[in-house]
């Protein structure tokens, strides 16, 4: 079983990346850890990405460089099965389903909550779009 793993640095999110190297391994697959850089939206670490009225974003530059950092962590965690990661750019409630889907992934695992409540409440929930438009199975992981 090949898995798509949405990973963005968060508790939630490494929880997925642990239940997705779960079924993996009972399933002798592999796992591809995900982070999508949206050129329109960053969040900055240790920061609420909501400040006020206003939504605190980053330089694209280093939103690559802390997306391959969270890239990297995460395939370091992976122990147990084959591993790859990928970095997308756009928003990725669009690109990890199209990207899962262009590649022929069985399934996307992604933890229930990345962002604060509040910022989730402007941006919208990942987890929520990628049940709701994904051609592929999607597990939420909380």
Do not use: C, W
Request: zero cysteines; proline letters at 6%; glycine letters at 8%.
């Amino acid at each position: 079983m090949r898995l798509l793993v949405a990973v963005d640095g968060s508790e939630q999110s490494d929880n997925a990346l642990a239940h997705a190297e779960r079924l993996a391994e009972a399933t002798d697959g592999s796992l591809t850890p995900v982070h999508a850089v949206d050129p329109g939206v960053h969040e900055v670490a240790d920061v609420d990405p909501i400040a006020g009225d206003r939504l605190v974003v980053e330089d694209e530059g280093e939103a690559e460089d802390r997306a391959r950092r969270i890239l990297e962590e995460a395939a370091a965690s992976v122990e147990s099965v084959p591993v790859t990661v990928e970095l997308l750019h756009g928003d990725p409630r669009e690109v990890v389903p199209d990207f899962a889907a262009s590649e022929g992934y069985d399934g996307i695992v992604v933890g229930h909550r990345g962002l604060s409540e509040r910022g989730e409440r402007v941006l919208g929930s990942v987890a929520k779009s990628l049940v709701e438009h994904s051609p592929v199975p999607v597990t939420v992981v909380s």
